[in-house]
């Protein structure tokens, strides 16, 4: 079934670590896109991609880094993780209809930074 | 950039009644609007969307109003039920979604 999928569901770790959040999409979607989130707050856009090669950086600034080396995957990383990287990490992909397309939604990843 | 403006934070209605939800914007170059609701703990869900060159839009019990000289829009619930209750967001955005705002977000208790 074509779908967004992200790991992990929940990560805890310690502060000053890397991390690397997956996401992988298998709708066949160029654009790709990675919201933050606390919960049940507003999304704010961090980063999107156009396809491969293609990375931009959002409205809300942000340390993490992100990469398109192959259209279906677009992972986040952290170099080093503090404890105000702590929220909700949403990857979403959408079309490229013209006449505008909706952004599907991973399950999102949960990070607490301790 | 754009802003988007969303109202009221939070809405409690009984199971049957009508619910509201309003936006307003302020890129007058945005043109798409759609609806995501977003249930405890699970990932924003479509529920409805709208373009410019269209004034109102229906599904079943949910509809969408665009006003764009006013700049706002709105999302009407009717014959709401408890499975309604969720997180509800707007947002607004040029066609091809590159910079899709949302709103702050409205959350939704129906009450049986």
């Known amino acids: 079934e074509a779908d967004i999928y992200q790991t992990p569901r929940y990560l805890v770790i310690g502060t000053g670590k890397k991390i690397t959040l997956e996401c992988s999409q298998t709708m066949g979607h160029d654009k790709m896109y990675w919201y933050q989130q606390d919960p049940g707050m507003e999304l704010h856009l961090i980063h999107y991609s156009y396809g491969v090669n293609s990375t931009e950086k959002g409205d809300l600034s942000s340390e993490s880094t992100v990469s398109r080396i192959r259209t279906e995957h677009f992972p986040l990383t952290l170099e080093s993780a503090r404890p105000s990287h702590t929220s909700q990490y949403l990857c979403?992909?959408?079309?490229?209809?013209?006449?505008?397309?909706?952004?599907?939604f991973g399950n999102g990843t949960r990070l607490t930074v301790t | 950039g754009e802003n988007v403006e969303q109202h009221p934070s939070t809405l409690s209605v009984q199971e049957g009644d009508s619910a509201v939800i309003k936006c307003t914007y302020s890129d007058s170059a945005s043109n798409y609007f759609p609806w995501y609701k977003q249930e405890l703990g699970k990932r924003p869900q479509l529920i409805i969307d709208i373009r410019s060159n269209v004034g109102e839009k229906k599904d079943q019990r949910i509809a969408v109003t665009l006003n764009k000289t006013a700049k706002h829009f709105s999302l009407h619930i009717t014959e709401t039920q408890p499975e309604d209750s969720a997180v509800y967001f707007c947002?607004?955005?040029?066609?091809?979604?590159?910079?899709?705002?949302f709103g702050t977000g409205t959350r939704l208790q129906v009450f049986p």
């Open positions: 947002a607004a955005g040029p066609y091809n979604t590159d910079k899709l705002i």
């Open positions: 979403a992909s959408s079309g490229d209809g013209s006449s505008g397309s909706p952004l599907h």
